[in-house]
């Protein structure tokens, strides 16, 4: 049973953001990247496949050279090996662009299953998962919380959670699924785990190893394009109501919720 | 009497009492050499430094029974009963040379050291009979009547309670019997032996046959005596060998600070899941605990019902470790050490129960607070923490093992280097109004004021750190904090056994610290503290730490600091473990508080060496408390019974603690906690 884990490295979620003065995107400098949580669902299923079944576990991720300590979290939390897509080319694509150069990559690599994040937590977009499906063939299924993977290995049954209750669906493999939390519990990577990773091995893609032309991906290869970035407004500061006792205090409340706030 | 030619059954007495003892001394050598060869299993640790210092300390922890009579007080006497029969024991020991002498030499008596000695010491020998018999008997009181917790019951006790008593008792009628058949040999002033000698002769007990129950007195004592050495390596008594050697082998770092793991990069395993994974002081430990139960009365995990009883840890690692050891040495005698001891442990098919989980539950791993207590109380200075600490180290490093809630911790101190997970580039906003220099931008002071991840993202310890600053700034302190570089310090990470973690933590923060050239930092943590002042040592990191209530003491008795407005209050105060027991800082809170005009400082009862853990620390500030009480509600019970206005501390952590505890006991009418700090603000003029 061999899986491929898709991960993105994005911003820790505690991060201060800061956007870039021209609007074009946001200051990178100074940020702490971490594996994007819901993907790291993907790597702890794998893990999981592979105790079961046997077989291995990869992981695909596309970025710069800061993205190897990504990837080495995943490597030390037991993944095999791994595929680092790092070419200047890739930079700025859409969902589109990007699942375009992954689905590439994925050509060269064995998979019964594909695992995406339900969504990356930096641009929510929540589309990579499903455009690779596309462009793969495969069938998906987004957003599972439980897998069961038939012993022959051809097919699975997954659950996702929808309104009111859940949904089981039968998959054939290879497919492709995003996950979500309730999965599982993401592994803390053990001190041995996390000095083997140094040594797994890592390979580097960039766009003629994937045999691609720079216009299919990155900016050039993007159906989407950002414009602009903005901040959210500055929230004001929180109002105390000074004063003696509910009788004085509730009314200035009422008189500030109709008239400031006019929610009432 | 010529006790040495005296014949039974036409043998003379030399003869037999030589086979007597060297029988004796055979089991005796051979149980000694086993628990020798088991001891040899454990790792290596260089406990021959500073050999000077250690024999002193030895000896006066030993000779004075320092080691029992420190904690005398009027509810635990104990102490003064073990001091009378050690003492006891001296004098005898020292008559028993004579005693076994004279089977082999004709004549041999204390005339040898002179009249006077041979005069005095027989009523120095009676008195301290006496004195034994006493201790004795109050021993068996406490174990069979009084029943104290910390005391088990066993027939072991009772056994050598009952040799002891009979060498006393045998004492006495062997100088009864001799004062009668030989007045020379023992002097009239051994006032029990002639009242014993009276006592025969009233009976009308024939000389000949007082010669004969003397002989028979002098057998039965000498083979109470051969008995009792066969039987203190099989028993707690052990330690009358081995207390010596354990305090010679106590550590001489400081105890806030925890053995580090040297070769990360090397290693294959991490911390301890195998018995002889311990080192060999770690194992004298076990064989030298003599189950006084000290620790365990002064646990806070034991006193508020968890399964930790740091007591029973040590004996259950003891029986362990005798019954894995045998099949370690297998037939080689313990020549192999390490990684062959195991090895050898798979082929010689030991199946008895794993360290961890079998003979130390991981719920005892995980009730630790690390307080420091146990080690603290311990007579024979057994070192606790650091066994739990290892195989903590084992179960978080080897396998990731540990409570569920502990790994965002890890996580939030990885991402953003503090245990909250708050985003690290907002560790200063608390400071942004306050006018504070940051290194980065001004590295010219005087001081690091370490702030700490308490104080620096904890809304209510924020306050405190306000509250250090204004009295930085009126006593006109040159200082500068890290701002968003600082990171935690480590220290729960470290006691939790993510020993990885707290290296990468410690070693980037020794770098920042060494960039700026900073020689003097003052944190109000106890926990920052300890580790930057004992345990960044370990990696190169040399800085004077103090702490804000030394600090604060000193910039008072300088008269710098004058605290005229009073506090008209009746305060408590409680010691923090890792001010306290690990630093000994007990007398800078208390001393600021009585300068502090109206404050009317009370004790609890357990105070300074004896104060008992709010409960957050070894990381358990992190973890749910599912087992047992709440600690801190019991340490606020300690409170409570004296009717403080206000229970201040020195530590973030304590404070949580308490306020948590005193909105759960529903007291905040009554009863408020502040640190020192914010008092020491407050009474500034």
């Excluded at chain 1, 012993?151 to 669906?169: C, F, M, T, Y």
């Excluded at chain 1, 979500?180 to 000095?195: D, F, H, T, V």
């Excluded at chain 2, 064989?287 to 930790?308: D, F, M, Q, V, W």
């Excluded at chain 2, 308490?454 to 209510?460: L, Q």
Aim: hydrophobic content about 45%.
């Amino acid at each position: 049973m061999n899986s491929v884990v898709c991960v993105k490295q994005v911003p820790d979620t505690e991060s201060v953001i800061k956007i870039k003065p021209d609007g074009s995107g946001i200051i990178t400098d100074d940020l702490k990247f971490v594996m994007n949580p819901y993907d790291e669902y993907g790597v702890e299923e794998a893990l999981k496949l592979k105790e079961k079944f046997g077989g291995s576990a990869t992981i695909l991720c596309m970025g710069p050279s800061r993205v190897v300590e990504t990837i080495r979290t995943g490597l030390a939390m037991g993944v095999d090996k791994a595929v680092q897509l790092d070419d200047p080319a890739f930079e700025g694509g859409d969902a589109f662009a990007t699942a375009k150069a992954l689905a590439e990559a994925l050509k060269g690599l064995e998979y019964d299953v594909i695992f995406c994040g339900k969504q990356a937590v930096d641009d929510d977009l929540s589309q990579v998962g499903q455009i690779l499906a596309e462009l793969l063939g495969l069938p998906h299924v987004s957003l599972i919380q439980k897998l069961q993977v038939a012993d022959d290995k051809k097919s699975a049954v997954v659950d996702r959670q929808v309104e009111g209750g859940i949904e089981v669906l039968k998959v054939l493999l290879p497919a492709v699924l995003t996950t979500q939390k309730g999965l599982n519990e993401p592994r803390y990577a053990s001190l041995p785990g996390i000095m083997k990773a140094k040594k797994k091995p890592l390979d580097v893609k960039d766009l003629a190893a994937l045999g691609l032309n720079a216009d299919s991906v990155g900016c050039n290869g993007s159906k989407t394009m950002i414009t602009k970035y903005t901040a959210p407004p500055e929230r004001a500061a929180g109002k105390i109501i000074e004063g003696e006792g509910p009788q004085e205090t509730a009314p200035k409340l009422v008189q500030l919720l109709r008239e400031e706030a006019k929610v009432i | 009497m010529n006790v040495a030619v005296y014949k039974i059954l036409g043998i003379p007495n030399f003869i037999l009492l030589a086979i007597a003892i060297i029988v004796a001394l055979a089991f005796f050598i051979n149980r000694v050499k086993h628990l020798y060869f088991i001891l040899r299993i454990g790792k290596e640790d260089d406990r021959f430094n500073d050999i000077g210092a250690r024999i002193m300390f030895a000896l006066k922890r030993i000779l004075l029974q320092l080691c029992v009579l420190k904690d005398v007080t009027a509810k635990d006497l104990a102490g003064l009963g073990h001091a009378m029969i050690f003492y006891g024991f001296l004098c005898f020991a020292f008559s028993y040379l004579f005693m076994f002498g004279r089977g082999f030499i004709p004549g041999l008596s204390f005339h040898i050291l002179g009249d006077t000695f041979a005069g005095y010491f027989p009523l120095l020998l009676d008195i301290v009979a006496l004195m034994v018999i006493t201790g004795v008997v109050w021993g068996l009181l406490r174990r069979y009547v009084v029943r104290p917790s910390r005391l088990e019951s066993t027939p072991e006790a009772a056994i050598i309670m009952g040799i002891i008593a009979s060498l006393m008792v045998f004492h006495f009628l062997m100088e009864g019997f001799e004062v009668n058949i030989d007045p020379h040999e023992t002097a009239s002033m051994a006032f029990i032996g002639v009242a014993f000698a009276g006592l025969f002769n009233n009976m009308g007990i024939e000389r000949t046959t007082q010669e004969a129950l003397f002989i028979a007195s002098w057998w039965i004592h000498c083979l109470l005596v051969l008995g009792f050495m066969v039987l203190i390596p099989y028993s707690k008594h052990l330690h009358l060998i081995l207390a010596p050697f354990n305090l010679f082998f106590k550590s001489m770092e400081p105890r806030g600070a925890l053995r580090p793991i040297l070769d990360m990069e090397e290693a294959e395993t991490f911390g301890v899941s195998n018995i002889e994974e311990f080192t060999w002081k770690q194992l004298l430990d076990l064989y030298t605990c003599a189950e006084c139960g000290r620790c365990e009365i002064n646990c806070p995990a034991h006193l508020s019902e968890k399964p930790l009883s740091p007591r029973h840890l040590i004996h259950d690692m003891k029986v362990h470790l005798l019954e894995k050891g045998p099949h370690l040495l297998g037939g080689n005698n313990g020549s192999e050490s390490g990684t062959d001891a195991q090895a050898e442990a798979a082929e010689s098919g030991y199946d008895g129960p794993a360290l961890i989980g079998g003979v130390v539950s991981e719920d005892k791993i995980w009730s630790c607070v690390t307080c420091g207590s146990c080690m603290e109380q311990c007579p024979v200075c057994n070192e606790h923490v650091d066994k739990i600490v290892d195989m903590r180290r084992y179960m978080v490093l080897m396998e990731s093992n540990f409570p569920p809630e502990i790994q965002a911790v890890f996580r939030n101190m990885e991402n953003n280097s503090n245990p909250w997970g708050i985003g690290w580039a907002t560790r200063a906003d608390w400071a942004k109004d306050l006018g504070i220099k940051i290194l980065s931008e001004d590295s010219n002071v005087d001081i690091l004021y370490w702030v700490g991840c308490a104080g620096s993202f904890d809304e209510r310890n924020k306050k405190i750190s306000t509250a250090l600053v204004n009295i930085f700034k009126k006593v006109g302190v040159n200082f500068g904090i890290l701002g968003a570089e600082e990171k935690c310090c480590g220290d729960s990470a470290r006691r939790i056994g993510n020993e990885y973690l707290y290296q990468m933590l410690a070693t980037e923060t020794i770098e920042i610290l060494k960039g700026y050239n900073v020689k003097k930092i003052v944190t109000q943590c106890p926990h920052c503290y300890n580790t930057l002042k004992n345990e960044y040592p370990q990696f190169g990191g040399d800085f004077e730490v103090v702490h804000s209530t030394e600090f604060i003491l000193d910039l008072i008795e300088k008269g710098k600091l004058k605290l005229s407005k009073p506090i008209d209050k009746t305060i408590t105060y409680h010691d923090s473990c890792y001010l306290g027991r690990y630093n000994t800082v007990y007398d800078a809170p208390r001393k600021i508080l009585q300068a502090i005009p109206g404050v009317n400082l009370v004790e609890m009862e357990r105070n300074r060496a004896k104060s008992i853990c709010c409960g957050a620390g070894g990381g358990r500030m992190w973890m749910e408390e599912h087992l047992g009480k709440r600690i801190n509600e019991m340490r606020l019970q300690d409170a409570l019974d004296i009717n403080p206005n206000l229970i201040s501390t020195a530590c973030p952590y304590c404070l949580t603690m308490f306020e948590d505890a005193i909105k759960e006991k529903d007291v905040q009418e009554t009863l408020t906690g502040k640190d020192i700090i914010e008092l020491t603000e407050e009474a500034m003029a």
